[in-house]
Each structure stands twice: as C-alpha cells, then as structure tokens.
C-alpha cells in the first residue's frame, strides 16, 4: 500500500541509533518521510520536536523513535516496522511469517539493548568515561559469548530457507535490520566482529546484498544517512574491541 502523504519519523537529529532500522525500512520502500528532529526549529523541527511528542496530551510515547501516520502515532522499532511492513510489502502476507519477522525484529531489538549496554553498563545518565572499568568487564562478556550467540541464530534464521533473503527471494525488513546489526557492529567492535562473521557466511552475504540494492545503496551514500558516531547505540572505543 503506497501513501502519497510523508510519514513523519521522530528520532534524535545527530545519530543512527535505534531509528536506523526505521528509516532502511521507508528508503527501501521508496516511501516518503520527514525525519521531523533534523528540520530546523523554526521549522518545527529539532528536539522541541521530540520534546512536544513525548508529552503530547493521552499515551504519549515513553521515547522515540516513533513514527506519525495520519492520526495514528506508533512508538518502538519492531512495532512502527510491524505496521509498515504489509503496507510496503516488506513482509510476505501470512500469518506466520509476520510473527516471525516480528520476532526476529524483536530479537533485533534485544541485541541493540546489549550494544548499548556495553559502553553504558551502569547508567545511561552517566557518561562512558564514569564507567569505563564496568564497561570493559561487560564488553568482554559480550563480546566472547553474545555476539557469536546473536549473529548464530540469526544464521540459522537466513539458513531456514532456500532464497537468498530470509523470506525466500523477496527482501523483508527483517533482513534491513540484519544488515544494520552487521554495519553497527563492523564499526563498534571490528576485529571481533570480522572473526564471528567468518563463521556466519549466509549473514556476510545478506549484508553485502542489502548494501548493494539500488534504494540502500543511493541512500548510504546520501546526506541522509548519518555516520556512526560515539554518541549513538554503536560506538567505537578500541579499548572495548577486545578478542
């Protein structure tokens, strides 16, 4: 179902973060969005942007990223990809593989929560310098037994199908996020990250395929994909990319 009226994705305007997967998802489509928080203020743009959203009057989101569709406002990634999806044909029609996608993306979810936790294992009001040796400590656990964990089973996921996408030969959203996991992690822990997708050939090649599909492809080399930064989910400090 294509819609001639801009989505409106509300997100913090300097990085990827957990909107990333959000906006993979309307380039791949073709679909038309306004990233709200990076118009300028005067534009009704900015954080004020985000700002008036969280506290806009009813169930107002708890945080973004969330997304505006006509009257409906829809908050966290796998639920706003839960509704894009059949609409952009992103996801095949049946029952269940909508649910599995919606797991998956949910597991997507888990692991940006834990790469988030690496750098701020304490408190995400603290800054990283604060915490640096719980960090490590932390990093070296998941960096020896989560990482391996998640992109495994998300080896066995691409595994579970002939095609060269995770629903067969059409690409799913699901897969867009599998490729932004890849991305992220590249940047944040390279030298562990290169020894685990070793291991996981089909996820190497579904990232690689994602990064060259046309839509990807002209929007990484946009101005609107932002670069990884040390302010976002994925972040490098070489101290933590430990093997």
Do not use: C
């Not at 118009?39 to 107002?60: S, T």
């Not at 989101?61 to 569709?69: D, G, K, V």
């Not at 690409?171 to 390279?190: C, I, N």
């Amino acid at each position: 179902m294509k819609t001639s009226v801009p989505y409106e994705l509300f997100y913090w305007p300097a990085i990827q973060g957990r909107g990333e997967p959000v906006r993979l998802a309307l380039e791949e489509a073709g679909a038309p969005y306004v990233d709200v928080a990076r118009r300028p203020e005067a534009e009704g743009g900015g954080i004020p942007a985000i700002m008036k959203g969280l506290h806009a009057p009813g169930i107002a989101p708890f945080a973004p990223p969330f997304l505006r569709s006509g009257d409906l406002v829809i908050a966290h990634v796998a639920n706003i990809l839960a509704y894009l999806a059949p609409r952009h044909a992103l996801v095949p029609e049946d029952e269940a593989s909508r649910l599995h996608a919606n797991q998956l993306q949910l597991t997507v979810t888990d692991l940006f929560a834990e790469v988030h936790d690496t750098h701020h294992p304490i408190a995400s009001g603290l800054y990283y310098e604060d915490q640096k040796p719980e960090a490590r400590r932390r990093t070296e656990h998941f960096v020896r037994e989560r990482i391996p964990k998640y992109l495994g089973y998300f080896e066995r996921a691409l595994g579970a199908n002939d095609g060269p996408h995770l629903f067969g030969e059409d690409v799913s959203y699901v897969d867009l996020s599998f490729f932004q996991v890849v991305a992220g992690l590249r940047y944040a822990f390279p030298r562990a990250t290169a020894r685990v997708l070793a291991n996981t050939p089909k996820l190497a090649a579904l990232a690689a395929r994602i990064e060259s599909r046309p839509r990807i492809a002209a929007y990484l080399a946009s101005p609107r994909r932002m670069a990884f930064n040390e302010d976002g989910v994925f972040r490098r400090y070489p101290e933590l990319d430990v093997t």
